[in-house]
C-alpha cells in the first residue's frame, strides 16, 4: 500500500517542486475553509498536526471536516502518540533522530504502531531533524538542536536516516521559527541524502521558498504562514507559484 507516496512522487514528476500546507489542528476553528483554500492554490497535500496537539477526539474530527471539503491527501504529522487518528490518508511516520530522549526516537512509534496498522493509515518512513533550538518541536522533542550553520551534522543525519530506510528526511526549524534553514545546508545535505527531501519551519515568503527548493528541497511545509497573516492566500500562491516555476 503506497497510494500516498505514489501520489507525491506523480506530483514531484508533474511540478518537480511541491508545497504541503501544515494546519495545526489546535489553531484553526473553520479548517475546512482553510483546506479548500489551500487546495486551490496548489498546496499537494495537507499536513495536520503539531507538537502540542494532545486531543485525539478533536484532531479527528478536523481531519473529517477537512477531507469533507478537499481531495488532497490528508497526511498526519504527529508529535506523538496523541496524532495518530483514524481518518486520515497517512501519517509522516517520524523518528525524531536528534532526540536526546529514546521515546521520541523509537518509543512513541513503537506504541503507536498498532493504531497506524488498525486504522490503515498509510505510514511515510521519515527522519525527522530539528535545527536550532528554541520552539516547541525543539522543547517538547527534547532534541539537541543541531545549529543552523552546521550542515555538516545535518548530512551525517540525513544519511544515517537514509541507511535506515527512510524515503523522507525532514529538515524541521520549528513551526514559527525566527528564521528559516539556510539554503546552504539544503544544498550541504541534498549532495549526500538520496531520498524525498522536506524542509520547514519559519518560510513565510516566496523568495526564501524559491531559495531552498533551487538548493535542493522537494518538499516545502508552510504552516505559520496560514495562521497570522491576512495575506496568506497571495503568499501561498506566490510561494507555489515560483517553486512550480
Ligand atoms: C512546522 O515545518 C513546519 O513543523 C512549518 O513551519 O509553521 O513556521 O511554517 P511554519
Redesign the pocket.
Known amino acids: 500500500m503506497s497510494r500516498v507516496e505514489d501520489y507525491i512522487k506523480n506530483e514531484l514528476k508533474k511540478h518537480k517542486k511541491i508545497c504541503f500546507a501544515?494546519l495545526?489542528s489546535e489553531n484553526f476553528h473553520d479548517i475546512s475553509d482553510v483546506a479548500r483554500k489551500v487546495e486551490m492554490l496548489g498546496a499537494s497535500a495537507i499536513?495536520v498536526g503539531?507538537?502540542s496537539a494532545i486531543d485525539q477526539i478533536d484532531l479527528d474530527k478536523k481531519v473529517v471536516s477537512i477531507k469533507s471539503t478537499t481531495s488532497i491527501p490528508v497526511i498526519l504529522?504527529p508529535g506523538n502518540v496523541t496524532g495518530v487518528c483514524p481518518n486520515a490518508d497517512a501519517i509522516l511516520f517520524t523518528s525524531l533522530l536528534n532526540s536526546e530522549d529514546p521515546y521520541f526516537i523509537s518509543g512513541a512509534q513503537a506504541l503507536g504502531a498498532l493504531l497506524v496498522k488498525k486504522y490503515n493509515i498509510e505510514p511515510l518512513p521519515t527522519g525527522y531533524i530539528i535545527i536550532g533550538d528554541d520552539t516547541t518541536?525543539w522543547f517538547v522533542g527534547r532534541a539537541r538542536g543541531i545549529p543552523f550553520e552546521k550542515s555538516n551534522i545535518a548530512i551525517m543525519y540525513s544519511l544515517a536516516a537514509q541507511y535506515l530506510g527512510m524515503r523522507f528526511v525532514?529538515l524541521?526549524?520549528?513551526?514559527?521559527?525566527k528564521k528559516?534553514i539556510s539554503s546552504e545546508m539544503v544544498s550541504n545535505v541534498r549532495k549526500y541524502y538520496d531520498g524525498l527531501l522536506i524542509?520547514?519551519?519559519?518560510?513565510?515568503d516566496s523568495t526564501v521558498a524559491k531559495e531552498l527548493v533551487d538548493a535542493g528541497a522537494d518538499i516545502l511545509?508552510?504552516?505559520?504562514?496560514?495562521?497570522r497573516d491576512l495575506l496568506w492566500e497571495k503568499k501561498l500562491a506566490d510561494i507555489i507559484s515560483i517553486i512550480r516555476s
Open positions: 501544515l495545526d499536513l503539531g507538537s504529522f518541536a525532514y524541521e526549524a520549528g513551526s514559527g521559527a528559516n524542509v520547514g519551519g519559519g518560510i513565510r511545509v508552510v504552516g505559520t504562514l496560514l495562521e
